[in-house]
C-alpha cells in the first residue's frame, strides 16, 4: 500500500496536534553503519553491565529483524527542556542533582500512549500494523532518527537537532505501510568539543564514542555494585544521571520548551538534600518516587549514589547521614556509606571532589 504526500503532511500534522515536537520517516534498513558500530561497542566491553546490549545485538543491530514484516519507522521527537541550566547544580555540593529528564512523570509511559494514539490514527486512516518502541526494546532509536532526518548523532552521541537543541526523547511506530522516507540528516558539530571537554570523567575516548564505563548516566543508573574508587569523587553531587554534555551544547539556543505539563519537575525533585535522601528506606524509596523512571534502579543503588555524594559534599552536618549506613544490609551501600564517612572525618589533601569543578 502506498502513502500519498497528503496522508504524509497529515500524519505530521497530526503527531504534533498530539504533542510532538518532530516527526520523519525513515525504513527499518536505514542504518546499515549502525551494526558495526555497535558490535566495536560491545567487542570492545565499553557497555559495561548492560548484557542486554550483546544479548539482544541480533535484533538491535538490525530493525528488519525486529520485525520482518515492517516496511517503514516514523520516528518521533518530543521535548523535554528544563527549566533552568543543569550545570548550575553542581555547586550546591548539599544538594543531588537529578538528570532533567527523570525529574517529571516517567517519559517511557507518557511517550509510549502518544505513540499509541497516534499509531491508531494511522491504521483508522491507511491500515497496516503497526508495533511501537520507546527505550526499553532492543532498537536503535538514534540512528533510525538520523536516518529520518529529525538530527544528527553529535560527539556526545546524542542526537542533536537544529530545531529542537538536544532536550528531546526519541520513540518509533514500526508500520507495515510502505511510506516514503524522509532525506537523512547531516552532521552539524564542526569543530565544537564542548560535550567532550565537559565530561567529568573523560568518556569519550574520541569524538562520536562513548565508553559507558566511565559515564555517570550509566555508573548511577545501569551500575549495580560499588563505583570504581577513581570514578567516584568524579560523579560530585549528581545521584541519578547526568547532563553536562547536553547542557553545554551550544544548539540548545534553538531548545524548545516542553509542552507536556508530565515532565514538569515534581516537588523536591531539583537539588534534594542529601540527607534526607540517605534515609530512605525501600518503602519511603518506592513511594517517594513512584511513577518516576528513578524507582527502577531501587532503594539501594540509589542511596549508594546519595552516599558518593555526601562524600564528594566536604559537608560535615552529612557525616551522620553516613554513618547511620556504614551497617546497612546491601553490601555496597555499607560500602559507599564508609567512604563518604572518611572523606567527610578525613577530606583529600587536595580537596578533590569538594569543590566545584570549573566548568566552560
Known amino acids: 500500500m502506498g502513502m500519498t504526500d497528503d496522508l504524509k503532511s497529515e500524519l505530521v500534522h497530526e503527531a504534533r496536534a498530539m504533542g510532538f515536537d518532530a516527526c520523519a520517516l525513515t525504513r527499518p534498513d536505514a542504518i546499515p553503519f549502525a551494526p ?73 509511559d507518557v511517550v509510549k500512549k502518544r505513540l499509541k494514539r497516534l499509531g491508531r490514527w494511522l491504521i483508522d486512516r491507511a491500515g497496516g500494523e503497526i508495533k511501537v518502541f520507546v527505550d526499553t526494546a532492543p532498537v536503535m532509536e538514534k540512528p533510525l532518527a538520523a536516518a529520518a532526518g529529525l538530527g544528527w548523532q553529535g560527539k556526545h552521541t546524542n542526537l542533536l537537532s537544529r530545531d529542537l537543541g538536544n532536550w528531546f526523547f526519541l520513540g518509533s511506530i514500526f508500520t507495515t505501510l510502505e511510506l516514503a522516507p524522509d532525506a537523512p540528516a547531516q552532521e552539524n558539530c564542526g569543530s565544537c568539543r564542548a560535550c567532550l571537554d565537559i565530561c567529568p570523567t573523560d568518556a569519550f575516548p574520541a569524538p562520536f564514542q562513548l565508553d559507558a564505563r566511565r559515564c555517570i548516566s550509566y555508573l548511577t543508573i545501569e551500575h549495580h555494585g560499588p563505583v570504581p574508587l577513581d570514578l567516584r569523587e568524579k560523579m560530585g553531587n549528581r545521584i541519578y544521571g547526568c547532563d553536562d554534555c547536553l547542557a553545554v551544547c551550544p544548539w540548545n539556543k534553538f531548545a524548545r520548551d516542553a509542552s507536556e505539563v508530565k515532565y514538569a519537575a515534581r516537588d523536591g525533585m531539583v537539588a534534594p538534600d542529601l540527607a534526607e535522601l540517605a534515609g530512605l528506606d525501600d518503602a519511603a524509596f518506592r513511594a517517594r518516587f513512584s511513577g518516576s523512571p528513578i524507582k527502577r534502579i531501587g532503594r539501594n543503588r540509589f542511596v549508594r549514589n546519595v552516599l558518593y555524594a555526601i562524600g564528594n559534599s566536604g559537608a560535615a552536618r552529612l557525616l551522620p547521614a553516613a554513618q547511620a549506613l556504614l551497617a546497612d544490609p546491601d553490601a555496597p551501600v555499607a560500602d559507599a556509606a564508609q567512604w563518604a564517612a572518611q572523606r567527610l572525618v578525613a577530606p583529600p589533601a587536595t580537596g578533590a571532589g569538594a569543590a566545584p569543578r570549573p566548568r566552560s
Request: charged share 25%; proline share 5%.
Open 36 to 108: 558495526e558500530r555497535l558490535r566495536a561497542f560491545v567487542e570492545g566491553g565499553r557497555h559495561g553491565q548492560m548484557g542486554w546490549m550483546a544479548e539482544r545485538m541480533t535484533w538491535r543491530a538490525n530493525p528488519a529483524a525486529l520485525w520482518p514484516q515492517a516496511r517503514s519507522v516514523i520516528m518521533l521527537a518530543e521535548s523535554y527542556t528544563p527549566e533552568y541550566n543543569p550545570l548550575d547544580l553542581l555547586d550546591q555540593r548539599e544538594n543531588g542533582v537529578i538528570s532533567a529528564y527523570a525529574l517529571g512523570r516517567d517519559y517511557h
